[in-house]
């Protein structure tokens, strides 16, 4: 099979740790007899520093020519608190969802056997946590119109907005997922105070309607987060809005231990984007001490949901859990052993692939 990836390492610790999962990549295909071709492009502060666009139309293009994009870290700390800056890192994150039409941002939440001792909860709370939150990405609060500041700026006004259309894309897909796991929808809103919410509920009701062999259940957003540290293991596919899950899945990613563990992929109308949820870490730049694994569980999903070769994807998770049971995991995660280096985590992991039988 031909494969054809654009490759946006970003800033920070992103081009190392997407330099690892390309080399994972790379490892996959040759073991499995895709023919690979890849390019990289401009995204973030660089392309910032280089074009003055942090997402340039040169980029854009190479990711619609692409069937997958694998994507690292945005931000720089001379973006942060700036408000004389016109234009900012972030931005680039946000035309690219908006101009792929990635409007779906999904995240699996699992957890390791031998990482449980590194989350925050309990061992009997988290121990078997195995869910999905499902992120509207394109619209919202995060792209609501009108949005500013009034002329004293005392002031300041944001617009959360939302059609029937967007709200519907999403919920059908979160029925898709849980058609193929356990079955179970959980709607996230805030329907007893915001109407944004309501039609959120009254679009999920409708389409829940039309899938009786699946468990529906509706939760505020704030009983949501308890629940989501009492009870993980209680959750299947969770759907909501672009804000409420932008918190949410930053939430749940703790109870793995590691935000450096949690990859994500953002499906669309056009090309889908796989990364890891984790930002561009800038202290860490450079200095080879970036865990790699949720961008190369991210490589995983891309193989998945871009390209529907399950058997490859499942290669690259054995290899990320033997590298963790044999402990050669970076600093975030040793167990008081030795701590390795992101390249030295990386290429365990690529060796591991093409060695297994």
């Known amino acids: 099979m031909k494969l054809k990836i654009a490759v946006l390492p970003g ?121 999905m939150c499902i992120r509207e990405l394109t619209s919202g609060i995060y792209f609501g119109r009108p949005q500013g500041r009034s002329e004293d700026g005392n002031i300041a006004y944001d617009t959360c907005v939302y059609s029937r259309e967007e709200v519907e894309r999403i919920v059908r897909l979160a029925y898709k997922y849980a058609r193929q796991r356990h079955k179970k929808v959980t709607v996230i809103d805030k329907a007893n105070v915001l109407c944004t919410s309501r039609l959120w509920r009254e679009v999920a009701q409708e389409i829940a309607k039309e899938n009786p062999d699946i468990t529906t259940e509706y939760i505020f957003v704030d009983n949501a987060a308890m629940q989501l540290v009492q009870f993980p293991t209680r959750f299947d596919v969770l759907v909501t809005e672009n804000m409420f899950g932008d918190i949410l899945t930053d939430e749940a990613s703790v109870i793995t231990g590691s935000l450096g563990m949690l990859p994500s992929a953002s499906i669309g109308i056009h090309t889908s984007v796989f990364e890891p949820i984790h930002g561009s870490y800038p202290q860490a730049a450079g200095k080879d001490i970036a865990n790699p694994v949720a961008t190369i569980l991210s490589a995983a999903l891309m193989f998945e949901y871009a390209f529907g070769l399950t058997e490859e994807g499942a290669a690259i998770r054995r290899a990320v859990a033997a590298s963790i049971d044999a402990g050669i995991t970076t600093e975030d995660i040793c167990r008081g052993n030795k701590a390795y280096k992101c390249s030295e985590v990386g290429q365990w992991i690529t060796d591991y692939i093409a060695k297994e039988k």
């Open 11 to 131: 800033d920070g610790i992103g081009p190392e740790i997407v330099g690892q999962a390309l080399q994972v990549t790379e490892a996959v295909c040759k073991r499995f007899g895709h023919d690979l071709s890849h390019q990289h492009a401009w995204v973030g502060a660089c392309a910032i520093d280089r074009f003055g666009n942090p997402y340039p139309e040169e980029t854009h293009q190479l990711c619609m020519e692409s069937d997958a994009v694998l994507f690292g870290a945005i931000g720089d700390p001379k973006y942060d608190n700036n408000p004389s800056a016109k234009v900012r890192p972030e931005q680039g994150l946000l035309g690219m969802r908006k101009q792929l039409g990635l409007y779906a941002n999904i995240r699996p939440v699992t957890t390791f056997p031998s990482l449980i001792h590194k989350s925050p909860l309990r061992q009997e709370v988290v121990e078997g946590t195995d869910l």
